[in-house]
C-alpha cells in the first residue's frame, strides 16, 4: 500500500511516504499559513518521485484551520485524479513520544486553551477549551512522568514542551485498520461550534466557524 500523509496543523508542516521499498521519507519546512508554495512545491516533488498514492491521510488538528484546509484540499484533489482512500486523523494523536501517553495544550485564541490527553495514539480526553485559570492547576495535578507537548509558544505554562506533529507515524497509523479515521468530507478539528452571522444587507445567512489563524 502506497501512502500519503499531510500535515499542516503546526508551523511546522511536513509530508511522508510509505510504500514499497520506501520505509522512510518525510519533507518538512516552515508552514507560513499565509502562503502556501513550499507546500505545494514539496507535495509535487513526493508524488512525481512516486507516483500516486493508494491511501491519503490528513493530519485534522486541533490548530491552523487556514492550513488544515490546505492539506484537505489538496488530499482531495488528489484522491479525485487517483481514486485513492482518503482519511483523516487528529495531529495531536500524532507527536512523537516515547511515552505510551501524553498530553497537549495549545492556544485557542479569546484567552482560551485546548487540552487533550493521549495514550497509545488515541484520544483519552479532549480536546476541551479552557481558560488559563483552569488549565494551570490542570497541568499541575498530572503525573510528572507524563509528558505535555504543545506546537505552540506558551511560557505560562513550565511543563509544556514543545513538540510537532509527524506526518510520518499519520502514515504508519494508516496501516492500522483498528484505529477509527475520519472519512470524506473531512474537517478540521473544531473547538468551538460555528455561529451563524445574519448580514446587514441582502437575504441570506453565512455560517462562518472559528479559526485560530
Known amino acids: 500500500m502506497k501512502i500519503l500523509a499531510l500535515e499542516l496543523s503546526t508551523a511546522r508542516g511536513n509530508l511522508a511516504w510509505l510504500g514499497e521499498g520506501v520505509t522512510d521519507f ?8 499565509k502562503n502556501s508554495a513550499l507546500f505545494f512545491e514539496n507535495l509535487d516533488a513526493v508524488t512525481e518521485k512516486f ?9 485534522l488538528g486541533p490548530g491552523s484551520y487556514a492550513g488544515i484546509r490546505i492539506a484537505i484540499s489538496a488530499a482531495i484533489g488528489l484522491q479525485i485524479s487517483s481514486g485513492a482512500r482518503l ?6 494523536c500524532a507527536m512523537e513520544s516515547n511515552s505510551q501517553e501524553y498530553c497537549v495544550v495549545g492556544d485557542a485564541r479569546r484567552k482560551s486553551f485546548f487540552f487533550a490527553r493521549i495514550r497509545t495514539n488515541d484520544l483519552v480526553e479532549g480536546p476541551t477549551l479552557l481558560p488559563d485559570s483552569d488549565l494551570k492547576p490542570k497541568l499541575d495535578a498530572i503525573e510528572m512522568q507524563i509528558p505535555v507537548f504543545t506546537s505552540d509558544s506558551l511560557p505560562q505554562f513550565d511543563r509544556a514542551a514543545i513538540c510537532f506533529p509527524s506526518a510520518f507515524l499519520l502514515a504508519k497509523f ?6 477509527s479515521f475520519s472519512l470524506p468530507p473531512l474537517e478540521p478539528i473544531y473547538l468551538r461550534e460555528p455561529h451563524v452571522t445574519m ?5 441570506g445567512i453565512l455560517a462562518d466557524k472559528e479559526t485560530s489563524d
Open 199 to 203: 448580514p446587514t444587507r441582502g437575504i
Open 51 to 59: 507516483g500516486a498514492p493508494d491511501t491519503i491521510i490528513v493530519g
Open 26 to 33: 518525510t519533507r518538512e519546512w516552515p508552514n507560513d499559513r
Open 87 to 92: 482519511i483523516g486523523f487528529p495531529s495531536i
Open 174 to 179: 494508516a496501516r492500522e485498520p483498528q484505529r
